[in-house]
Structure formats: C-alpha cells, structure tokens
C-alpha cells in the first residue's frame, strides 16, 4: 500500500484563487512528520511546510497552510492568493521514527502538477 | 551561504562505467540522503546516513554504492549493475535524524547513461 497518496496529478487555477492539494497518508506510528515541498521545472526541492502528528493546530507559513486531519489522515496544502511563480510540481511527504528511534529518509508522494493561469 | 553542493549539474557517460555523484553540505548537518527522480515520479530513497561512517540502503539500493568518510560528504557511486541509471539524483542533508527535522536538498545531478 501507499504511505502517501496524492491524487491530482495535475491542477490548472486561475492566479489570485486559493488551492488546495490532497495529500493523504498511511502509518500506524504515533510519531510522524508531514512535510510538503515545491519543485519548479529547474528541478530544485524547495521545502515550504512542516506539520508534526502531535501538534494541536494547522501549521502556517506566508501563503501556506496544511489543513491536517489527524483522523482521516489527512494533510492537504493550502495556497491563498496564488501567483504566477506557485506553478511547479508539489510534493507531499511523511517521516516516521525508524526501528532505533531516529528517522531515515522521506517517503514522498507522486506529486501534484500546478499551473497558475493569468 | 550555507547549502548542499551537488556536481555536475549533467553527467553523460556510457553504459557499463561506473561514475561518481558528489555530494557536499556546509550545514553541519548529521544526516545524509540520496534519492532518485524518474519523469513525472515522486522521489524514492537509494541511501541514506545517519552519522559519519556509517549508512543504510533505502527502497531502491541495488547497484548504487555510498561512503559517508566526512560529515560534510556522501558521495553516490552508481555502478555498471544498475540496470537503468538514467535518472536525476538529488541530495539532501538533515539536522537530524528524527521524524520532526526537515530535508534540504541540493540542486541535483541529471545523468544520462547511454
């Protein structure tokens, strides 16, 4: 099965309107991190949002936020005010506490394709 | 700046060669990672180290090799029994490793094996 499922694989939204993309995840570890990343078309992973399992509130950065909703395991980014330079591929991704209570690498979805339109 | 250096930006080379990806950050991070991106795919983990000498395989490990000697490099060796090579390489680099500690990731190294 998945860890994590992103199920746009493309977006096309008109500059200015808010978007939402869909993550949801898999895991029966109570520990875990959300994380989403941007990647332009120059290739670069750009880190832009982190939400950990146990914190109480969406987490929010600039135009971003991460609606989580822990019981339906779910971690959706928010951009508000989309701009031109918001097309890129997104990226969601989980870290999970390995077997000697550190974390190895991320597991990441397949990425969502958004195009900003003018 | 602080960052992580990948080098080169493209690699040719021919099928049956085995060629090294650098790999070098001046974060003073512990952690260390490589992945591995085909077109219109996610990311998928090859190595990962969690301190100097020391490194562990990931989901795609086979026919890659990896040495961690300094905590500021983690050089990938993609050898001749890697069946498709093609493909662009990143890095990345953590402050730790645990599950709350973000990746930042280099440019990457697009190598093409024909």
């Known amino acids: 099965a998945q860890k994590i499922t992103q199920t746009q694989p493309g977006m096309f939204v008109q500059e200015k309107e808010a978007v939402t993309l869909d993550c949801t995840y898999d895991?029966?570890?109570?520990?875990?991190?959300l994380f989403w990343y941007k990647q332009p078309s120059s290739g670069e992973m750009i880190f832009l949002i982190y939400?950990?399992?146990?914190?109480?509130q969406n987490a929010t950065e600039g135009r971003y936020s991460l609606n989580f909703q822990k019981a339906r395991k779910s971690a959706n980014l928010v951009i508000s005010a989309s701009q031109l330079g918001d097309s890129a591929m997104y990226f969601c991704?989980?870290?999970?506490?390995?077997?000697?209570?550190?974390?190895?690498?991320?597991?990441f979805g397949k990425g969502t394709h958004l195009i900003i339109q003018p | 700046d602080g960052g992580i250096t990948q080098s080169p930006k493209y690699l040719f080379r021919k099928e049956g060669q085995n060629v090294t990806l650098s790999c070098e950050q001046n974060?003073?991070?512990?952690?260390m990672y490589w992945y591995r991106q085909d077109p219109g795919q996610g990311l998928r983990l090859i190595y990962y180290?969690?301190?100097?000498?020391?490194?562990q395989k990931g989901d795609i490990a086979e026919g890659y090799s990896v040495s961690r000697e300094k905590k500021e490099s983690f050089p990938l060796t993609v050898t001749s029994a890697q069946k498709n090579p093609t493909a662009f390489y990143l890095c990345?680099?953590?402050?730790?490793?645990?599950?709350?500690?973000?990746?930042?990731f280099g440019n990457g190294t697009r190598l093409t094996v024909t």
């Open positions: 990345a680099s953590s402050l730790a490793p645990a599950f709350n500690s973000p990746l930042h």
């Open positions: 895991t029966s570890d109570p520990s875990y991190g």
């Open positions: 991704a989980m870290r999970e506490v390995d077997s000697g209570g550190g974390a190895d690498g991320l597991t």
């Open positions: 974060l003073n991070h512990d952690a």
């Open positions: 180290s969690q301190i100097v000498n020391d490194f």
């Open positions: 939400q950990g399992s146990y914190d109480q």
